[in-house]
């Protein structure tokens, strides 16, 4: 079978192997001025060796690659943790407006009102979504956020003269942002247990807060798809030993409208406007990663903040107990533009875009719970995890194949293997932008998917059997790593023999 | 409920699939959120907009910018208004590529994984390295996160930081430096560069030490001498450089440099208020595993295909957790994309003739305006100049005019309140610079 | 192709997946198959050098495959007075063969009597059971 459609298919190459002496495809104005000699010692021996490639073979190069590749657009894309829901494109429209995508950010505010009115627009907005007045839009992506977090939470201790606050606490299922995060932060990790039903453990929560705790970081519903039935001892056992709460936004779209981080007793909350507010996640990014938090700890903020003065809009650089800066200028601003687009097509319904989040849900988790394994057996909110561990068990078949095989059906695989405290995991987030048809058509599959486990398990060992590629050699690209087109490719063969 | 936004929900749906959930009401599957945390009123946020009004309103905003379309600019100070060619928009466009996520499903997304693998061998061509990662989130946070691979690297703790170096890489350094258990040293500049032996001096007991090629000042430093001057110290060298500058200048790689760094918005990206851009960071292979942010390498699938995944994933937070390289997860993928596309587009003859047209107008600005150099060096696209009254005023004062004359140093710079830095890019012409004279002739006097 | 599950009668074993075989006064240390099992194919070895001192119940090494990260832990204290190079050029081989070519290290006991708290081979799988 893959033979045929290799054959159907063109052989790809590589840019860099298309490239042929003379040919190219740009060319710069050029104004017939003199070229100034730069200093012999710091001017370039020899060319980059950048393809020479006509325009034409250009764009039949770059064609292929969507043509190879699986977005939102595509097909469904169930990525627990991860929000692929639609990106409207209205908004790549109006974040393409002159005004907008030719604004140099060093301009005067003077001549920057509009996209100060914007950015203050926004932030009133996830303000209100999440109960919280101050909001910085600097940070760059989720982690990011989660890292500022962090550095607010030891400028508000160095203030208080509490400088032995080292301690921060995730939870056991937390992403491994948050301990990557605490680790760059210069704090230590410790972390709590998730009981049976999926809440945080109180009491091995209230044994390891103390004087030494800073806080928790915790994203609510869990990275298991459940609310914390608990977060109110939760939020009263840390703010009475003076520690603080971060809420990590990611799974903010089950929320929305429906209950507020700071409501909760968070103190400090980031959002990834790329799962929640449908920045398109253009293959790995970009992202935006606003923080908000509450009054007492908005002089720290990164600088500059968002001022207003009637109708004038200016940037406020003058902030003394500020913990620097975390990015360049005011953010990623085209992210901005984007996400205040998706807000403005919902207005107040962005809580019916949550309902409809969770709604999707638990009608797949109602579905497929007696296919495969459930470790938690409750309602969910906007994803739930299931486990192949008894496909394992009985018929060697795992996580991955499943993933792979859905492949087949043209979805994208949930997340598998996390959160790690489940077993042969799958993790699966509908989001809201999805029709009923659509839902069910997952079912169908992962039914006929579980149906094959037993009886014709070499299949799913050797799926994908429909895409570009054949399940590829992981193994062998991380013993023998080749990161970049070798263009001498004997030479390079024996640099990696040399080891 | 009635349809909003991008939903799909008929009251057919939702009786189907609330039956099938064994519940009665969407407020059944909220049940589970305490009640002293339930949110009981409407979201106070602004109306929704049907679609042809929610592009009115954006119009109308737009509309308040000053624009590089409707203001002649010489703004440079790390961004820049260089053109993006028509086929970066065609591709940026193309859904399977937007819409796609992360490409940690291999089969899925050959095209992202093919497309990082080109960036990641362009990147290392234009700065002499062997490893660049998928990219990091724009020129100030790579510093950063050179700053974390050199400490574990070298087991010192000090950071040397040229004054040169852009004010804005400077103060994330610093934000970043106390998690790392860092410390920042700034070497100040000699006449618009710094001085090798200063740097050498510093460089004794540090852990890395970062300058910028060409400088913030628009000057060009005595960049091998900076390299060499770090290495003896022990510290790794580390050059944060311009994209659009790589067809005429020497990479980082092939004079000594550990690490090259920058900000790639000057190739593929528009000036877009400052973001997203992307940062690029690359290195000599023996940093590989202590690289952040991801990596993509080249294998072979069941039946020998060549095919491309991300490797070395235990570097990186979803596996490594705490002992991650970084917490970096989400990167600037797309816009990566974009500065691949350019490059490819401009070719090696094209990025030469762009630092062509740049220094050549930057000459020819030297020519015409008639206000003396800040600083007698050699310079690139960016020429500081001399003002007779503050520049802030002088900004002022030519904007009146309908031309934003450049940045005012003394933002950043005690003592340098009369320089003013002007950005030549290609899409900049002679005529425009003798506009640019003319102005600064009138406010300046 | 890494053999069937199997936990032999002669080791000793360490809750987090460790086995040793005790030597007169050294013994070899490695993981068992459960572990080799969980983390898929190796890529890498990252082991203690010669001479260093393990603290039993502590980390000495790190493995590696594409999809994990797993510290080692020393089943028993003790110096290392060798390291299988094998298994650093070709960490597979602790997939293929986790208790013959696959062991990790050999240590002088530092405390003969550690050895009492750790499981036999029974226990060890009675241990696995509740996973």
Known sequence: MSDANAGARPKPGLIFEKSKPGRRAGRVPSYGLPVPELPAELRRESPPRLPDVPENDIFRHFTQLPDRNFGIDTGFYPLGSCTMKHNPRVNERVVGLPGFRDLHPLQEDEGAQGALELMWELEQILAEVAGLPAVTLQPAAGSQGELTGLMLMRAVFADRGEPGRNVIITADTAHGTNPASVTMAGFELEKVATTDRGNLDLEDLRAKVDDRTAGLMLTNPSTLGLFDEGIEAVAEIFHSRGALLYYDGANLNAVVGRSRPGDMGFDIVHYNLHKTFSQPHGGGGPGGGPVAVRSEIEPFLPAPTLVREGDVFRLDHDRPKSIGRVRGFAGPFGVFVRSYAFMRAYGPALKDMSEAAVLNANYLLARLKDVYDLPYDRLCMHEFVLSARTLKREHGITALDVAKRLMDHRIHPPTIYFPLVVPEALMIEPTETETKERLDEFVDAMRSIAGEAVNDPDVLKSAPLTRPVRRLDEVKAAKHPIVRYPFEPEAEEARIEAG | MSIAGYLSLTDADLSAMLEAIGVSSIDDLFEQIPEGVRFDRPLDVPEALPEAALVRHFEELAARNADTSRELSFLGMGIYDHYVPSIVDTFLSRGELLTAYTPYQPEMSQGVLQAIFEYQTAICELTGMDVSNASGYDGTTVAADACFIARHHTGRSKVVLAETLNPMVRQVVKTYAPGFGMEVTEVPHDGGTIDPARFAGEARDAAIAIFQQPNAFGCLEPAPELAAAANEGGALSVAHVDLASLGLLEAPGAYGCAMAIGEGQSIGNYQSYGGPHYGFLAAGNEFIRRMPGRIVGETTDLEGRRGFVLTLQTREQHIRREKATSNMTTNQTLLALAGLITLCWLGPEGLRELGETCTALAAYAKERVGLPLAFERPTFKEVAFRTPIPAREVVARARERGVHPGYPLGRDYPGLDDVLLVALTEKRTPADVDRLADVLSEVCS | ?131
């Open chain 3, 1 to 131: 192709m890494p053999p069937n599950e199997s936990y032999p009668e002669d080791l000793r074993y360490h809750p987090e997946h460790d086995w040793a075989r005790i030597e007169g006064d050294e013994a070899v240390l490695g993981i068992t198959w459960y572990a080799q099992d969980s983390l898929g194919e190796l890529v890498l070895f990252d082991g203690p050098e010669v001479g260093a001192m393990l603290q039993k119940d502590e980390s000495y090494a790190e493995v590696e495959s594409v999809k994990a990260v797993s510290d080692v832990i020393a089943p028993l204290s003790g110096e290392v007075v060798a390291v299988n190079q094998k298994a650093v050029d070709e960490p597979e081989t602790v997939n293929e063969d986790p208790y013959g070519e696959g062991w990790l290290v050999r240590i002088r006991v530092a405390d003969a009597g550690e050895s009492d708290s750790l499981l036999d081979a029974a226990a060890y799988r009675a241990h696995l059971a509740e996973l």
